[in-house]
């Protein structure tokens, strides 16, 4: 990430994770299937997000900010959008912001020891 000048590290790290949590949310009020759909591909921007950094640590920062800002941008977006949600949220729906961080540490770990292991030179 570092390799990046800081306009395109915003966009990366708040920018698109806002946009992509705020579609999911307003998908929420709409369809279940697309709202499930679309939070499955957060799973694998998620990784790819970790796969920007060497290592899982690294990795696991990202996801923690990417996953925060993912899951409350859900919730805005739901809560302007106004439509009663298709999906089930937790109770009280803030938990879906503290669920989004933690798995967003998780899948941005996994980004970053897959990217660790493939730079890594082979054992001689």
């Known amino acids: 990430m570092s390799e990046h000048p800081p306009a395109v590290q915003a966009l990366l790290v708040v920018f698109v994770p806002a946009a992509f949590g705020a579609m999911t949310g ?8 697309i709202y499930l759909a679309l939070s499955l591909m957060g799973v694998l921007g998620g990784i790819g997000a970790g796969f920007d950094h ?5 990795g696991a920062k990202r996801g923690v900010a990417a996953g925060a800002i993912f899951g409350l941008s859900i919730l805005i977006a739901h809560e302007l959008h106004g439509r009663e949600p298709e999906a089930h949220l937790p109770e009280p729906a803030i938990l879906l912001g503290v669920i989004t961080t ?3 540490a998780v899948f941005g770990a996994i980004g970053g020891w897959l990217r660790e292991r493939t730079e890594r030179p082979a054992a001689e």
């Open 26 to 33: 307003i998908t929420l009020g709409l369809s279940e299937p």
């Open 54 to 58: 060497l290592g899982a640590q690294a």
């Open 102 to 104: 933690v798995l967003g």
